[in-house]
T-cell receptor, first 115, second 113 residues
């Protein structure tokens, strides 16, 4: 099976712009979670989607949003970018049931740099 | 806030030696998961240990869980250069309706040839 894919892999944006990141889960996986990873804060949970519904949300401002499509592909959007949004954004998919119950498979990430 | 805290933050060993890293957490959990991250393969799931389990093995990996001390350890035996990576523990708290994993900041392991 193909693994989790994320596009684009690298992105450079300027403050105030918006960005959309895409994630395609492993075929048959219905749960998709998004994380932000930075050296100082580690892995921070953004949100989780299951069957097109947001099932869980982390403590991020409303500038961070996401959605999931009927084919389980997911996108996350960050509006009005700030310098502090520079990070590696990771997407993970799992069979279902939620992060706690099932092994998560991670994509390679999108490295976002905000200048 | 971080639930899991890995210890040590960094570890450097020689090939063939064993590596032990620890994870402490604050609240009761359903399970605890260990992940590895390196530049080549990204973040990869290693082992999931449930709260009613005390020890689990996978190849050269051995994970223990002590719920009374709220701690877990990951032992890598006969380490190889390819084990060089960051290792994270992620805990699944069993309180409330929030069913998300809580991640530690990781232990950076360097295995020297």
């Amino acid at each position: 099976k193909a693994g989790v894919t994320q596009t684009p892999r690298y992105l450079i944006k300027t403050r105030g712009q918006q960005v959309t990141l895409s994630c395609s889960p492993i075929s048959g996986h219905r749960s998709v979670s998004w994380y932000q990873q930075t050296p100082g804060q580690g892995l921070q949970f953004l949100f989780e989607y299951f069957s097109e519904t947001q099932r869980n949300k982390g403590n991020f401002p409303g500038r961070f949003s996401g959605r999931q499509f009927s084919n389980s592909r997911s996108e996350m959007n960050v509006s009005t970018l700030e310098l502090g949004d520079s990070a590696l954004y990771l997407c993970a998919s799992s069979l279902g049931g939620g992060q706690q119950s099932y092994e998560q498979y991670f994509g390679p990430g999108t490295r976002l740099t905000v200048t | 806030s971080q639930q899991g805290e890995e210890d040590p933050q960094a570890l450097s060993i020689q090939e063939g030696e064993n590596a032990t890293m620890n994870c402490s957490y604050k609240t009761s959990i359903n399970n605890l998961q260990w992940y590895r991250q390196n530049s080549g393969r990204g973040l990869v799931h290693l082992i999931l240990i449930r709260s009613n389990e005390r020890e689990k093995h996978s190849g050269r990996l051995r994970v223990t869980l002590d719920t009374s001390k709220k701690s877990s350890s990951l032992l890598i035996t006969a380490s190889r250069a390819a084990d060089t990576a960051s290792y994270f523990c992620a805990t699944a708290p069993n309180a409330g309706n929030n069913r998300k994993l809580i991640w530690g900041l990781g232990t950076s392991l360097a295995v020297n040839p």
